[in-house]
Structures are given as structure tokens and as C-alpha cells.
């Protein structure tokens, strides 16, 4: 069974810095891609941040130069560092991974999701 567990969400002001975490753990062989979306109120999901294997990452144009995101394929973490947050990035934020679990292929896998609420 594979999990993927997200911390360090909460209250910040506008303007301030959150970093956010997500751990996979379980029967796992490989991780591909690990990402970053969000669910602002009243929209649907979105794409934030996806980081490679290799270190390489894409970020949405909405939080480029704010976010960065980056891992530790040792530690199977993902990282989101949110600076200079706003009011509209207010909105849950799911992991997301594709994992080679033994027995299988690559499949996909969420979190349960980080509340980060931004105060203006």
C-alpha cells in the first residue's frame, strides 16, 4: 500500500513564506514524476509544480518566481517552497506521484491534501 502524506500547510499573511512537504512510503520500486496541485475554493483542481527524477522541474506561470519546488529521491519527499504568498494562492494543496509499487507498474497516486490559507 502506498501513501503520500503532505504537511506544513496553515495560516500565513500576504506576503509570507510557507514550505510545504509530502512523504511516500510503502511497497515502492521507483518514483517518477512528484507534483504539486491545488484547489482553490469554488475552482477546479490545478496543476502548481512537477519535479523529475532528475531534479528537473516545471512550474505553473501563475507562481513562477514565487514557488519553487524541488525532492529527495533518498527520503521519497517532495518539497513546495511558497514565498511571497497572495490571497489567490489560498487553497488546498495535494502531492501527487507516479510509483512503481513491487508486483506493478507505474501508477498514480494523491494525497489527502494541505489546507494553506493566505490573510490579506
Known amino acids: 500500500q502506498v501513501q503520500l502524506v503532505e504537511s506544513g500547510g496553515g495560516l500565513v499573511q500576504s506576503g509570507g513564506s510557507l514550505r510545504l512537504s509530502c512523504a511516500a512510503s510503502g511497497s515502492i520500486i521507483a518514483i517518477n514524476d512528484m507534483a504539486w496541485y491545488r484547489q482553490r475554493p469554488g475552482k477546479q483542481r490545478e496543476f502548481v509544480a512537477r519535479?523529475?527524477?532528475?531534479?528537473?522541474?516545471n512550474l505553473a506561470e501563475s507562481v513562477k518566481g514565487r514557488f519553487t519546488a524541488s525532492r529527495d529521491n533518498a527520503e521519497k519527499t517532495v518539497y513546495l517552497q511558497m514565498n511571497r504568498l497572495e490571497s489567490e494562492d489560498t487553497a488546498i494543496y495535494y502531492c501527487?506521484?507516479?510509483?512503481?509499487?513491487?508486483?506493478?507498474?507505474?501508477?498514480?497516486?494523491w494525497g489527502q491534501g494541505t489546507q494553506v490559507t493566505v490573510s490579506s
Open positions: 501527487n506521484a507516479n510509483i512503481r509499487q513491487l508486483g506493478h507498474g507505474y501508477q498514480n497516486y
Open positions: 519535479v523529475q527524477h532528475s531534479g528537473t522541474t
